[in-house]
């Protein structure tokens, strides 16, 4: 386990990843010789799978668990980890990766998608673990600080990025359900003492059965429970299905399948078997035993129809064809291929699928490959809503400018799994029609919802000691800033009118001299927020995990571009710090272009950040004065490196991810080599800083020349070390300079 002066680098997967290979060599040589260590950890999906099945591998392909491992650390005052964007794999995705081991000679198994013995549910169960969201609710064992650095605003105000316009007349705009939905059918209830409950379904006959036999719950613990009508939701989609068809707009989903491991693929499902009705009517049957599963998507349909016979499958392809004919025209994710919304759960992720919206004049991608007004469906009123009243802001007043806009920071409870992030494996479909109940230890029932068969049950949890903490830190973030703190917070919810009653008694406790904070339900925090936005004025949302979610893309991504050059902490509970790379995900598509053109746009800004943060957070714990030099030369040549441009561009004979890397390292040395904190130190870079600015032509040439053709990197889910390292670090010049050091 990691010493006291131990940076854990997390190895992930995609865009990062592919970064890492090439930062990650300058970061370890600029601290050696510091007393900080630099470590790598594999979490990447497939180190996961890799790590959870050990018995079926020789000694040299076996990975620890190092996600466990760190599960731990973050439990302890020392950590100090980095956290990079992972995949948060869906069903299709995680038995993509399977499939790509087994290529590589890992004898892991299949993923049993209806197990039917004993041994096939024990694999399932395994996998289980691996399956989405698995990575950042073990490691965020503390609350989430999310902003825009000043640097980093005062840049985009300066060099405003693209928004394109908003018509009066744009016919984009979000649906919900009115009711039946999780937001309806909110019940929650706080517990005084510890206890377990008991989660059961009860059938018209008054049979029993239970669902989940003991969920422990500390003092204080608010707990909640909603459904999500099926037969509700089907009528939904149809409606709005018709809508769009009537209105001529795009059709558009937006869920977190992904993160929302159990609800959201099995909402996406409905919508996929509610748009291709005429053919889910016709061939069912067949489409039942071929073990065709809708909620992995039409794409799950295409992939099991090939074993039919030619003609057959034709007639279903066909029949597919034929339902675009009656339907809306669907969002498409890529045009060219006749990938739709509805082809995999995992393309379209609402946290970045809905700023996109925002930022492209309401609009989305259309099958023939240009931009059109849609209808963006969002099912559930807990979050929906303020996705409506921005859409419906933007199209009163125009366009956000980013040259003249406030900021959103965020400060986000979901520290121990809070609220829908604990969900998992408290969620379940409803095996008939009756009640879910919720009953304590002492046989009372503390909450009941009635169910008919398919619906979706969830209970979630929230610990006390997490709220205090959360409430603490908006106070200290309004304090630092001056911006008022908004508690986005709807009193008509269940959930939220217990965690309200807990913000006014926290609130008590603390020093709020001075600090302006006010309780919203989400519509109008948007309001209150969006006035103040785009008056220039800044206003900290607080909110609970899922809007921390959504409002730290939406936000960024508006002000910025992109929510990958957000400063993103979590102070650990226990006084460790982990330190997100922004507030993005792993961005497939950079990988399929740097697979195709030997270009990788990803921007390692959020990566520099964190260094600098934990770097910090390392001097500061363990008083260790060069780790200070290091955070505070970094910051530095953050701030000259954005002056000066060297992020990554977007297209080939442009700076890429690699160049941008060693400007970082050149910028860095120099201010190194500039400080006079410590000799050693100065002394020691001086002469790196020199051979880098020497070699900088010749550096840039021999990046820039290693771009251009497709890259062979040996795997996507499992790229081959050497072969990536090689495309990664492809200036022997700048290479030679860096393992001297
Ligand atoms: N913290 C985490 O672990 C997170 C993980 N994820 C995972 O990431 C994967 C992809 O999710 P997705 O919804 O596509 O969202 P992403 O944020 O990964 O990507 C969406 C788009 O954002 C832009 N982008 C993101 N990061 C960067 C960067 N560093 N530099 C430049 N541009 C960037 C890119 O735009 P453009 O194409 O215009 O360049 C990219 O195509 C999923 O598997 C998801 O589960 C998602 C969020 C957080
Ligand atoms: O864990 C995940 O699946 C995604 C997390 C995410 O999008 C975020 O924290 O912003
Ligand atoms: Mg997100």
Not at 307 to 321: F, H, S, V
Not at 652 to 670: C, K, P
Request: net charge negative.
């Amino acid at each position: 386990m990691a010493s006291k002066s131990t940076i854990i680098y997390t190895k992930t997967d995609e865009a990062p990843a592919l970064a890492t290979y090439s930062l990650l060599p300058i970061i370890q040589a600029f601290t050696r010789g510091t007393g900080v260590d630099v470590e790598m950890r594999d979490i990447s999906l497939a180190g996961r799978i890799i790590a959870n099945f050990p018995e079926n591998l020789t000694e040299a392909q076996r990975i620890p668990d190092y996600l466990s491992q760190l599960g731990e650390l973050v439990l302890a005052p020392e950590a100090n980890i980095i956290k990079l964007p992972n995949i948060s794999a869906s069903i299709p995705q995680l038995k993509a990766a399977i499939k790509e081991l087994q290529e590589h000679g890992y004898n892991v198994p299949d993923y049993p998608e209806a197990p039917s013995n004993d041994e096939e549910k024990a694999i399932q169960a395994r996998y289980a673990k691996v399956l989405g969201s698995a990575v950042n609710p073990v490691l965020r064992e503390g609350n989430s600080d999310r902003r825009a650095p000043l640097s980093v605003k005062a840049y985009a105000k300066k060099h405003p990025h693209r928004m394109a316009a908003w018509s009066v007349n744009s016919k984009a705009h979000v649906s919900y359900m009115t009711d039946g939905d999780f937001y309806g059918s909110e019940q929650s209830v706080t517990v005084p003492a510890a206890t377990t409950v008991r989660i059961e379904y009860v059938n018209g006959a008054n049979e029993v059965t239970v669902l989940k036999e003991k969920t422990a719950l500390l003092a204080g613990e608010v707990i909640d429970t909603s459904v999500m009508n099926v037969r509700k939701l089907r009528e939904f989609y149809a409606e709005q299905i018709e809508d769009a068809k009537s209105q001529g707009v795009l059709f558009s989903l937006h869920l977190k399948a992904t993160m929302m491991k159990i609800s959201d693929p099995v909402m996406f499902g409905h919508a996929v078997s509610v748009f291709y009705k005429d053919v889910f009517d016709k061939h069912g049957a067949l489409l039942a035993e071929l073990g065709v599963n809708v909620n992995n998507g039409l794409g799950d349909l295409y992939a099991k129809i090939q074993t039919l016979p030619e003609d057959k499958r034709a007639e279903i392809e066909a029949d597919i064809m034929a339902v675009y004919k009656t339907r809306p025209e669907l969002a498409m994710v890529d045009s060219d291929k006749g990938i739709t919304n509805l082809h995999v759960p995992n393309d379209i992720i609402i946290d970045a699928s809905m700023p996109v919206v925002v930022r492209d004049g309401g609009k989305m991608w259309g099958p023939d490959g240009q931009l059109h007004d849609c209808k963006a469906v969002i099912p559930d009123r807990c979050y929906a809503t303020m996705y409506g009243e921005i859409v419906d802001d933007c199209r009163k007043n125009g366009a956000f400018d980013p040259s003249t806009i406030g900021s959103v920071p965020n400060v986000g409870l979901m520290a121990q799994k809070a609220e829908e992030y604990g969900s998992h494996d408290k969620t379940f479909i409803a095996p008939g029609d009756g009640v879910i109940r919720v009953v304590d230890a002492d046989g009372s029932v503390l909450m009941s919802q009635k169910v008919e068969t398919g619906d979706i049950f969830r209970m979630c949890q929230t610990k006390d000691a997490p709220i205090r903490d959360w409430v603490k830190l908006a106070v200290r973030r309004a304090k630092a800033t001056g911006a008022p703190a908004v508690f986005w917070l709807d009193s008509n919810r269940a959930h939220d009118a217990q965690i309200i009653a807990k913000v006014n008694e926290y609130l008590k406790d603390l020093d709020t001299d001075g600090v302006e904070i006010k309780i919203m339900p989400p519509v109008e925090a948007m309001r209150f927020t969006l006035g103040r936005f785009r008056a220039g004025q800044d206003t900290i949302s607080v909110t609970g995990n899922v809007l921390r979610d959504y409002l730290t893309d939406l936000f960024p991504i508006i002000e910025l571009g992109t929510s990958s050059k957000m400063l993103s902490i979590v102070p650990l509970l226990n006084g460790g710090g982990l330190f997100e790379t922004g507030a993005g995900g792993s961005a497939p598509k950079h990988v399929q272009q740097f697979q195709k053109e030997g270009y990788l746009r990803w921007d390692s800004l959020g990566e520099f950040l964190a260094l600098t943060a934990s770097l910090e957070h390392l001097a500061q714990t363990f008083g260790n004065p060069k780790a200070q030099v290091l955070a505070d030369t970094l910051d530095q040549a953050i701030g000259k490196f954005l002056e000066n441009q060297k992020s990554p561009a977007r297209k080939v004979g442009q700076i890429d991810n690699r160049g941008s890397h060693f400007y970082l390292a050149l910028y860095w040395a120099e201010a190194l080599a500039s400080q006079d904190a410590d000799a050693e130190m100065k002394a020691r870079f001086a002469g790196v800083a020199q051979a880098l600015a020497e070699k900088e032509e010749l550096i840039n040439a021999e990046l820039i020349a290693a771009q251009g053709s497709p890259v062979d990197i040996g795997g996507y889910y499992q790229p081959d070390d050497e072969k990536t390292t090689r495309a990664m670090r492809p200036s022997g010049t700048l290479n030679a300079i860096i393992n001297a050091m």
